[in-house]
């Protein structure tokens, strides 16, 4: 007996149906699901009816153009105190390198007089019709590092060996307070990226690779920042704060600054979310969005993550800024048009340079034709104003009349200070101390050497003073102290001698000697490295620390780094190894628990423990719960005066690496170490130390390319022989880049020419030098063009590339104007550029 196929319409109607309800059901389930990934966070700030139906009266009186302004953060450089009264910006804001005046040196009284200036002119309503008050925000990650004189605390990296959430809240508030002596109203931070590749340029900017502390110190600090919500929450000894960067830019692939998180979701709040957890439930106000993508979509462009999750499921109330452009970055998108960011939830855009004005211009046009909804403008204004009520800028006296302004005894007052050089002390990890040779005695004839040792800038790191944290000098930390200081004080008190040499010559043999050294101030993008081994192909280090040990001195070397980096043959040539991180100014601190006390006692003991697992080979990056973990020295080491030593000298000093002759980079995003900038005009000269720089006949500033201040404008007036040059205080020897058909590669931009040669050349110390008139290899276009001239053609020209001193210099008596974004130095295989020498 067979079975027809015989279904009616309404079988198969009932089938369907069932099968719609199972569909249903099973997509139900799985929203359920991701709903649960995110959980609703509880601040404790009360719902305020009266604050809400303010908000919306004032919404309801402002225009069009009024509500954009308040969207957009133009920064100091870029606008007037008079822009500033014509369109009633929301914000403002400082960038790294930027200061009243354009003066790196400018005093408290200068911020606070730029900060009362702005504020005056918002309030103004005789041009732009509006008395809302703007705000100042500022990158204040370690202190107020932007202030000289400012206290500036380890950077996190070293807060998080210390394990300390209560000190980690005391560091925030002395923060804020020195930040409200300039008049400035918010600060960008805490940065709470989890850091999963310590190749990444701003790991030193991360508390732990693990979420746990990064949870907790993300709520210390914006208690610290903010207040408490429940105490003195936005008082007047209070700033706002900022958590940042949402979401993942700690783990993006290769760690690559600005890169894509390929995170699963449950991945990305697990490991990436946790600061936002702590620091939204402890008040922050603001939230920064990230210029990572989250596979393959742009951060500041995901309606998914800042709306749908941030503002929904998490129930963020407060308002999300954009950082440096970011919105620039999405597809479709530039730094002066971009519809898509404020689609997807930025409230605030950070539009620096001169992109602001039409960025205004085209998100009014986009709201009058539909493109941006009303709605959501008003949504953004909204939690703009809201977040301005509740800080007290309405009702606060202006900022110079404010009870912490002009109060200046309190920025790097002893108190902070103190509070930091707690904090140095405790941030160390001891990794290897052999037959106990820490703690010293005071008494003993110490012999100091190396780079870092009386240097401050160099263990203050990037974001000190200036941007990248380059350019500075001692002088320019007033108060601080040095590592060296600290040590030839703490021994000379006791009766010992100390001995001082950056290249470790002494004059009597000397009982110990502590050799300082390490990585060069760094900031975002031009701290990115392709893999971990300290000094690679130049390691000067770890000649000096042989040299002594080949001596019979006892070595004890204090490592500067912005992350754990793999040094097995400075470890196998060392006695003691401390990693120091980057202490901020007050480097007097560590003598404190390097030595014992004069009466033979221990005065401070090691407490840092390593929040960061230490590498066991140069290409290896491991986490704490990695599957096959197996660094040299795991998460949470650190060895204190009572334990024995685990690291002997005999460290697998066999690099991973291939020894493929790599680029030699010496400017991208950045002039990087060892070289700097510098203008010459006639016999005068002038280092570049900030964004900006002059002498008589030639002037450079930074600007935006691609990226923040990623590329160099160069003016030459023509009123006399000029040039600007890269230089190093010490040669570079370029020989083996000849032997490979190397090439000096420059990513150029004629903005104006002049009918006068400009000249491409090299520098090898006084009357050597080789140089190219390069105006027939300029493309007659405003457009970006790669001019590469063969090493060997330098050498032909009498350049001695066995000592390199300015390996890059353009001259001219003309009148030209180019820009600069790339620098280096390079192989090819391209037989066509071998002799090119024109």
């Known amino acids: 007996m067979k079975l027809k196929n015989t279904f009616t319409l309404g079988s198969l109607m009932i089938a369907s149906m069932g099968l719609l309800g199972c569909a249903e059901q099973e997509v139900t389930v799985k929203e359920k699901v991701k709903q649960e990934i995110w959980p609703h966070i509880e601040t404790g700030i009360a719902e305020d009816p009266e604050l809400e139906a303010k908000i919306a009266k004032m919404l309801a009186g402002m225009t069009l153009e009024q509500k ?33 005046n354009n003066d790196k040196h400018a005093k408290a009284s ?9 504020y005056q002119a918002s309030i103004d309503d005789s041009l732009d019709g509006s008395k809302i008050p703007t705000m100042w925000g500022t990158d204040a990650v370690h202190g107020h590092n932007n202030v000289i004189g400012a206290t500036l605390f380890p950077h996190n990296i070293g807060l998080g060996a210390t394990n300390n959430p209560e000190l980690i809240e005391k560091i925030a508030a002395a923060t804020a307070q020195e930040v409200m002596v300039t008049g400035i109203d918010w600060v960008f931070a805490p940065t709470v990226a989890v850091v999963r590749d310590d190749r990444w340029g701003r790991t030193y900017e991360g508390y732990s690779e693990d979420p746990e502390i990064v949870k907790a110190y993300s709520a210390a600090i914006v208690k610290g920042l903010q207040g408490a919500v429940d105490k ?71 309606k998914y993550l800042l709306t749908d999750v941030l503002k929904g499921k998490m129930g963020f109330d407060g308002f999300v800024v954009g950082d440096w452009n970011g919105h620039g970055q999405i597809p479709g998108c530039n730094n002066a048009d971009c519809a898509q960011a404020a689609n997807a ?6 539009v620096p340079t001169d992109a602001w004005k039409p960025l205004y211009e085209n998100l009014i046009k986009q709201v009058k034709n539909g493109e941006i909804a009303q709605s959501r403008i008003d949504d953004a204004v909204t939690r703009i104003l809201r977040v301005k009520m509740r800080a007290g800028l309405f009702d606060k006296p202006s900022p110079a009349k404010r009870p912490l302004s002009g109060k200046t005894e309190i920025i790097g007052s002893a108190e902070h200070r103190a509070v930091a050089k707690q904090a140095v002390r405790e941030s160390l990890v001891l990794l290897k ?97 392709d893999n971990l081994e300290y000094q690679r192909g130049n390691k000067t280090d770890l000649a000096l620390l042989k040299k002594l040990k080949e001596a019979g001195i006892p070595v004890v070397s204090l490592f500067i780094s912005g992350r754990p980096m793999w040094v097995n043959a400075e470890l196998n040539a060392s006695d003691a190894f401390v990693a120091t991180w980057l202490p901020g100014s007050e480097g007097d601190a560590i003598s404190d628990v390097l030595f014992k006390n004069a009466d033979g006692s221990i005065n401070h003991d090691f407490k840092g423990k390593l929040s960061f697992s230490w590498p066991n080979d140069p290409i290896g990056n491991q986490n704490r719960g990695d599957k096959d973990y197996a660094p040299l020295l795991p998460y949470g080491f650190g060895l204190t005066y009572e334990d024995e030593n685990t690291l002997a000298d005999n460290l697998d000093e066999t690099s991973q690496v291939t020894s493929e002759l790599e680029d030699l980079v010496m400017f991208e995003r950045a002039i990087k170490s060892p070289w700097s900038l510098q203008l010459q005009s006639g016999s005068e000269l002038q280092a570049m130390t900030s964004s900006r720089a002059a002498v008589n006949a030639v002037s450079v500033k930074t600007f935006d390319k691609d990226v923040q201040e990623d590329a160099r404008a160069i003016s030459f007036n023509g009123k006399e022989p000029a040039s600007v040059r890269l230089v190093a205080a010490f040669p570079s020897d370029l020989r083996s880049y000849v032997e490979k058909n190397g090439q000096l590669e420059m990513l150029i931009k004629v903005d104006k020419a ?77 037989q066509e550029l071998t002799n090119t020498c024109k």
Request: aromatic fraction near 8%; charged fraction near 20%; proline fraction near 3%.
């Open 754 to 830: 002049a009918d006068a040669p400009l000249m491409l050349g090299m520098q090898c110390g006084e009357n050597c030098e080789g140089q190219f008139d390069i105006r027939e290899r300029l493309a007659d276009t405003a457009e970006w063009q790669t001019i590469s001239v063969n090493l060997a053609c330098f050498a032909d020209k009498g350049v001695n590339l066995a000592q390199v001193f300015s390996p890059w210099q353009l001259a001219t008596d003309g009148a030209w104007q180019v820009s600069i974004a790339h620098l280096s130095v390079g192989v090819t295989d391209n």
């Open 232 to 302: 003195d929450f936005l008082s007047d000894k209070r700033v706002i704060s900022t958590v940042k960067h949402f979401l993942g830019d700690g783990g993006t692939e290769g760690g690559d600054d600005q890169g894509n998180n390929t995170s699963s979701e449950q991945e990305l709040f697990e490991i990436h979310a946790q600061g936002y957890v702590g620091g939204l439930g402890a008040g922050a106000q603001t939230v920064m969005a990230s210029f990572n993508s989250w596979n393959g979509e742009k951060i500041h462009g995901s």
């Open 110 to 118: 200068d911020w606070i007089d730029l900060a009362e200036k702005m």
């Open 433 to 529: 101390n052999k037959q106990q040779l820490l703690p010293l005695s005071p008494k003993a004839n110490v012999l100091v050497a190396g780079l870092g040792a009386d240097n401050i800038g160099m263990q203050s790191g990037g974001w000190t003073i200036t941007w990248q944290g380059t350019g500075n000098e001692n002088s320019d930390f007033p108060g601080g102290t040095s590592i060296f200081d600290g040590i030839k004080k703490t021994v000379e008190q006791a009766g010992g001698q100390v001995q001082y040499d950056l290249n470790g010559e002494f004059e009597t043999k000397p009982d110990v000697a502590i050799v300082v050294f390490g990585e060069q101030p760094y900031a975002e993008g031009n701290g990115d490295l």
């Open 345 to 350: 939830g930025l409230d605030v855009y950070m």
């Open 68 to 100: 954009i302004a308040q969207m957009i953060q133009p920064e100091i450089r870029d606008i007037t105190v008079e822009d500033m009264r014509k369109y009633g910006f929301g914000s403002y804001l400082n960038g790294g390198g930027a200061f009243p």
